[in-house]
């Protein structure tokens, strides 16, 4: 439902690491410029998008949207250059119900078969705090282009302990009004706004 989805704030700062084993892990705030510039990939088995709606006044019910892809472009002595384009597939939308699964796919909901993806793209990148950043752009969902903000927060970054890549992480979050994209459906007994949480990888590219 609503995606994604995401990202680049990295820059906004950094994290210490130890080694063990040849590996890197996330310790304590480090200057932003350990954080290697350059273009990264979204590591897809790794990031994932959470929607969030109310369910008719009872309680909050979420699914998730595996599968992202996308680029980021990064210098963490320049956040403000920083930027994002991920997209997100509508048809691996999962509640974990199948049925509710189909219904979300089909043309009363986001429409898979006509629009297949959710794209955000950045504009903005604003620092807000020594690992924090401010992320605006425009997302393209069910086929309408509005404004998005994301809040994210850096993670951690260093060498993947697996597969050797340089790789940063982060989480983000935003909301959105799906009517503003033409997802009407039991609006409001099923909420208007929606809330988005990501947490994402990205490996930095050769």
Same mark, same amino acid.
């Given at each position: 439902?609503?995606?994604?989805?995401?990202?680049?704030?990295?820059?906004? $700062?950094?994290?210490?690491?130890?080694?063990?084993?040849?590996?890197?892990?996330?310790?304590?705030?480090?200057? @932003?410029?350990?954080?290697?510039?350059?273009?990264?990939?979204?590591?897809?088995?790794?990031?994932?998008?959470?929607?969030?709606?109310?369910?008719?006044?009872?309680?909050?019910?979420?699914?998730?949207?595996?599968?992202?892809?996308?680029?980021?472009?990064?210098?963490?002595?320049?956040?403000?250059?920083?930027?994002?384009?991920?997209?997100?597939?509508?048809?691996?939308?999962? $509640?974990?119900?199948?049925?509710?699964?189909?219904?979300?796919?089909?043309?009363?909901?986001?429409?898979?078969?006509?629009? @297949?993806?959710?794209?955000?793209?950045?504009?903005?990148?604003?620092?807000?705090?020594?690992?924090?950043?401010?992320?605006?752009? $425009?997302?393209?969902?069910?086929?309408?282009?509005?404004?998005?903000?994301?809040?994210?927060?850096?993670?951690?970054?260093?060498?993947?302990?697996?597969?050797?890549?340089?790789?940063?992480?982060?989480?983000?979050?935003?909301?959105?009004?799906?009517?503003?994209?033409?997802?009407?459906?039991?609006? @409001?007994?099923?909420?208007?706004?929606?809330?988005?949480?990501?947490?994402?990888?990205?490996?930095?590219?050769?």
């Amino acid at each position: 439902m609503k995606s994604h989805a995401l990202a680049a704030l990295l820059a906004a $700062t950094a994290v210490s690491a130890v080694s063990l084993s040849g590996s890197v892990f996330a310790d304590a705030p480090a200057a @932003p410029e350990t954080i290697q510039a350059g273009s990264y990939k979204v590591e897809t088995n790794h990031t994932l998008a959470r929607f969030t709606v109310n369910h008719f006044g009872f309680n909050d019910f979420f699914g998730v949207i595996p599968g992202a892809s996308g680029t980021l472009t990064l210098n963490p002595k320049a956040l403000a250059d920083t930027k994002l384009d991920v997209s997100l597939p509508v048809a691996a939308i999962s $509640t974990t119900n199948a049925t509710l699964d189909g219904e979300l796919k089909s043309a009363d909901w986001f429409d898979a078969a006509t629009y @297949p993806t959710i794209r955000f793209v950045s504009n903005k990148v604003v620092q807000t705090s020594a690992n924090t950043a401010r992320i605006s752009g $425009t997302i393209t969902l069910h086929g309408v282009s509005r404004p998005f903000t994301l809040d994210a927060k850096l993670g951690g970054a260093g060498v993947n302990m697996m597969d050797k890549a340089y790789t940063v992480g982060f989480s983000a979050s935003g909301t959105l009004k799906r009517s503003d994209f033409g997802v009407t459906k039991y609006v @409001p007994a099923v909420s208007d706004e929606v809330r988005i949480d990501i947490t994402a990888a990205f490996e930095k590219q050769p």
